[in-house]
């Protein structure tokens, strides 16, 4: 089956406390994307990767870092977490269609961070 | 500053009779816009989408018209369902290949 997984799903951890989370898709897309949704904020691009050892930043960058070695995964790491990264983080996956952003892009289940 | 507006936080419609979620954009570059539909606890799926080059782009019950002199777009739902009750993204794109999402609208289908 086509899918876009993320590990953990859910996850409390404590200020400080270097993480990650896992990405991984089983389509051979390029593109790969990490956001974060916030009650009032939407959907917020973090970084994004346009092929292997690619990456760019999106919207909101700042106290994340990823890294794309193989193609199928994209894992987001949050070496300092504070608590104003609690949020539902999503992963996403999609072809590139002519070299440029994708148009429909395949969305993880979601994981859900609280940092106390 | 908000690239990508979506003014209308939550919206209420009859089963049966027409929705219409709206998008407003400020920035002209933005060459591909996109509707992604999101249920509780699962990852947005995506929609239909337009390029900038058309003005109205249909799938079947889904229609989204693009405005591109006042910057304005709109999803066009008929006739709604109840399984349509969820919350709409729209989100826009351009060639530096970010992708900036609205902050979503609530859609509620009424029996």
């Known amino acids: 089956e086509a899918q876009v997984t993320q590990n953990p799903r859910y996850l409390i951890t404590v200020t400080g406390k270097k993480l990650t989370v896992t990405c991984s898709q089983n389509m051979n897309h390029e593109y790969m994307s990490w956001y974060r949704q916030d009650p009032g904020l939407g959907l917020r691009q973090i970084y994004y990767?346009?092929?292997?050892?690619?990456?760019d930043k999106g919207d909101v960058p700042e106290g994340y870092k990823v890294s794309r070695k193989e193609k199928r995964n994209f894992p987001l790491i949050l070496e300092s977490p504070s608590p104003n990264q609690t949020s539902l983080y999503f992963c996403?996956?999609?072809?590139?269609?002519?070299?440029?952003?994708?148009?429909?892009?395949?969305f993880g289940p979601g994981t859900r961070l609280t940092v106390l | 500053d908000q690239q990508v507006k979506q003014n209308s936080p939550s919206l209420s419609v009859q089963e049966g009779r027409i929705s219409i979620l709206n998008c407003d954009y400020t920035n002209s570059m933005f060459d591909y816009f996109l509707w992604y539909k999101k249920y509780p606890a699962e990852g947005p799926t995506f929609l239909i989408s337009i390029s900038s080059i058309k003005d109205k782009n249909e799938d079947g019950r889904f229609t989204v018209f693009l405005n591109k002199s006042a910057k304005h777009l709109s999803l066009h739902i008929v006739p709604s369902q109840p399984g349509d009750s969820a919350v709409y993204f729209c989100a826009a794109t351009n060639r530096d290949d970010k992708i900036i999402f609205g902050k979503g609208t609530r859609l509620h289908i009424l029996p």
């Open positions: 996403a996956s999609s072809p590139l269609s002519s070299g440029r952003a994708p148009v429909e892009q395949f």
């Open positions: 990767s346009m092929n292997v050892e690619v990456t």
